[in-house]
């Protein structure tokens, strides 16, 4: 059974702090990866993904990937409460057309 | 970003009618879309994966003959809820497949919630 794990959460931070939001997975054989944030009521909006080990940087969002670890993160800089929403990881498999998701981990910046 | 369009954005039915809900890639051609389903507060449930021109493959446990989902061009996906019931009643997002190979990308469109009553 492939699987995607985060934290559930909340995880609150204050206002202008750095987010980091985790996540691991158990296929190996996994080759690309997501981050999606969903709003309450809404639906998912991709942010980022990243295929290669190491860091991707785009505005105030880093992803970083270790293969070796199976791990995967989203790191989001000057957090502001505009960003309190679920950030949902989403891995897919070589060889497939399908994403396996995580549950997501919900994220609360204070003002 | 790629566009996914949905229509309706909410539909209200009574219990045992048919509602058909439609996802349009708007700025690319999408051989794959996917079909998926949200109950408060829980993930996403993948329902189905829709292929232009065949049948579409349906996750264990999701009835294909009570969700019908027609991929008939290649910014065109339906799903058809048929003979509703109030436990039927969620949030269904359609996604789209942009790119090629190691490169696709899934992008979601705005949702349709359905309320059966």
């Known amino acids: 059974q492939k699987e995607v794990e985060q934290n559930s959460g909340p995880l609150s931070v204050p206002e202008g702090a750095i987010a980091s939001l985790n996540c691991t997975y158990s296929?190996?054989?996994?080759?690309?990866f997501f981050w999606y944030r969903q709003y309450s009521g809404k639906s998912p909006e991709l942010i980022m993904f990243i295929y290669s080990n190491g860091d991707k940087e785009d505005g105030r969002f880093t992803a970083q990937l270790n293969k070796a670890s199976q791990y995967v993160s989203l790191l989001i800089r000057d957090s502001q409460p505009s960003d309190s929403a679920t950030y949902l990881c989403a891995v897919k498999s070589s060889g497939t057309y399908k994403y396996i998701f995580g549950t997501g981990t919900r994220l609360k910046v204070l003002a | 970003g790629a566009v996914v369009s949905q229509h309706p954005s909410w539909v209200i039915c009574k219990s045992g009618t048919s509602v058909k809900i439609e996802c349009r890639s708007l700025d690319f051609q999408a051989t794959t879309m996917f079909w998926y389903r949200q109950f408060p507060k829980q993930s996403l449930m993948l329902m189905a994966t829709s292929n232009e021109g065949s049948k579409a493959t349906y996750e264990q446990g999701v009835e294909k003959d009570k969700f019908l989902i027609n991929h008939a061009s290649l910014t065109l996906s339906t799903l058809t809820v048929t003979s509703a019931h109030p436990e039927d009643s969620s949030f269904y997002i359609c996604s789209a497949l942009r790119g090629s190979s190691s490169q696709e990308t899934q992008y979601f469109g705005p949702g349709t919630r359905l309320l059966v009553l």
């Open positions: 296929d190996r054989g996994s080759q690309s």
